[in-house]
């Protein structure tokens, strides 16, 4: 099973700042094929990322994901306020699919 | 629109079983892989199950293997995920989620229904 390891686990930062984030996989995923996703309290999860860098439809483009192998990257270029939460990534090259434990983005 | 609606939550007791539905619409749902993916309060997100598009198919993470059973009825347009022999550490909010293209990760999401096991 590939363990998905999020850093950091918190990031404070301010509306309009660059927001960096990284998932670590315990070994190379199959294809670059992970994804990211926004959780927020109460909602469910939206699909931000598939593929590394695709973004997915209505996703505005201040989100940005790069990598490959066992290291990857969700930027987001300004931060709006909705965009405070929690961020998970994901792989789906190998089975079982795993989650990253996520990272919280909080003002 | 695609929408999906999840149902079927609730408290059980532990060793208890529940069963778990899906309403899917907005998509030709017979033609997409299907999955539940939980999360415990506090906790990440874990992938539990699932099922391809015909229900030909089904796929479960190892600490379900045996106690949960993914299916589906396309001519109703829903998913099931029935849950027995239920834990305490069971309990989660689960989430049905379409794949799209069959791919593995999931677009869109329900808004999840609530399991709690307590005694």
């Known amino acids: 099973e590939i363990v998905l390891t999020q850093s950091p686990g918190t990031l404070s930062l301010s509306p309009g700042e660059r927001a960096t984030l990284s998932c670590r996989a315990s070994q190379s995923v199959h294809n670059n094929k992970l994804a990211w996703y926004q959780k927020k309290p109460g909602q469910a999860p939206r699909l931000l990322i598939y593929g590394t860098s695709s973004r997915a439809t209505g996703i505005p483009d201040r989100f940005s994901g790069s990598g490959s192998g066992t290291d990857f990257t969700l930027t987001i270029s300004r931060l709006e306020p909705e965009d405070f939460a929690v961020y998970y990534c994901?792989?789906?090259?190998?089975?079982?699919?795993?989650f990253g434990g996520g990272t919280k983005v909080e003002i | 629109e695609e929408l999906l609606l999840e149902s079927g939550g609730g408290l059980v007791q532990p060793g208890g079983s529940l069963r778990l539905s899906c309403a899917a619409s907005?998509?030709?749902?017979?033609?997409?892989?299907m999955s539940w993916v939980r999360q415990a309060p506090g906790k990440g997100l874990e992938w539990v199950s699932a099922?391809?598009?015909?229900?030909?198919?089904?796929y479960y993470a190892d600490s379900m293997k045996g106690r949960f059973t993914i299916s589906r009825d396309n001519s109703k347009n829903t998913l099931y995920l029935q849950m027995n022999s239920l834990r305490a550490e069971d309990t989660a909010v689960y989430y049905c989620?379409?794949?799209?293209?069959?791919?593995?990760?999931?677009?869109?999401w329900g808004q999840g229904t609530l399991v709690t096991v307590s005694s």
């Open positions: 099922i391809s598009g015909d229900g030909g198919k089904t």
């Open positions: 907005g998509f030709t749902f017979s033609t997409y892989a």
């Open positions: 989620a379409k794949e799209p293209r069959s791919s593995g990760y999931f677009d869109p």
């Open positions: 994901q792989q789906f090259g190998n089975s079982p699919l795993t």
